[in-house]
């Protein structure tokens, strides 16, 4: 009864690649977010969607576009796969966009080789 | 934006002892004050967080307090356990908008 989940946890593949990361959340949450954090565990936000609309979209390559089906999930997918995408991609979700706790999955590692 | 400043960003203490993280913020209408412990391999996980109408919040051995008028923020463990050792993450969220504002982090290393 995880939660939020994302799927796979580890991903490796090829520079040039396109791949993409699921996420999922049985919280009943109308916000969820992604989240990208380097090797100096500094987390950086990279989009935000409010009931299914796209909120926040920090300054990231358009090579990144998320995809919100509906409240529960939000995806991620990535092209063309640069060596420094590699990072480990964290999904989260809130009750509302502002003042709420959001609570996270466990990371999606991407690794390029 | 907000401008989160977390101190300090490695932390080693002994079993027992106590732990303070120190966050600074900028904007003063910021209102929301989580904390966040992550451990290995793991996302981060919520552990206590603070209004900006309240000083002070506990819950058993974690405590968070909060200055607006300073602009920052504190959480404090008491009688550490070697479990507590993660990397712990302060963040702000201003009243109108939509975003965590991250602190850097700190990695806490309890000591047998």
């Known amino acids: 009864d995880t939660a939020v989940s994302q799927t796979p946890k580890y991903l490796v593949t090829q520079m040039g690649n396109d791949k993409s990361i699921k996420c999922e959340q049985n919280?009943?949450?109308?916000?969820m977010y992604w989240y990208k954090q380097d090797s100096k565990k500094f987390l950086k936000i990279m989009f935000s969607?409010?009931?299914?609309?796209?909120?926040i979209n920090e300054t990231v390559p358009n090579r990144f576009s998320p995809k919100s089906p509906d409240k529960a999930h939000l995806n991620l997918h990535i092209n063309s796969l640069e060596l420094g995408d590699s990072a480990v991609y964290f999904c989260?979700?809130?009750?509302?966009?502002?003042?709420?706790?959001?609570?996270f999955g466990d990371g999606t590692r991407l690794s390029i080789l | 934006g907000e401008n989160v400043e977390q101190h300090p960003s490695t932390l080693s203490v002994q079993e027992g002892d106590s732990a303070v993280i120190k966050c600074t913020y900028s904007?003063?209408?910021?209102?929301?004050f989580p904390w966040y412990k992550q451990e290995l391999g793991k996302g981060p996980q919520l552990i206590i967080d603070?209004?900006?109408?309240?000083g002070e919040k506990k819950d058993q051995r974690i405590a968070v307090t909060l200055n607006k008028t300073a602009k920052h923020f504190s959480l404090h463990i008491t009688e550490t356990q070697p479990e507590d050792s993660a990397v712990y993450f302060c963040?702000?969220?201003?009243?109108?908008?939509?975003?965590?504002?991250f602190g850097t982090g700190t990695s806490l290393t309890v000591i047998p």
């Open positions: 989260a979700s809130s009750q509302g966009a502002r003042d709420q706790p959001q609570h």
């Open positions: 919280l009943g949450h109308d916000t």
């Open positions: 969607y409010n009931n299914k609309e796209l909120i």
């Open positions: 904007d003063s209408a910021s209102n929301y």
């Open positions: 603070i209004r900006s109408n309240v």
């Open positions: 963040a702000a969220s201003i009243s109108t908008g939509n975003q965590f504002y």
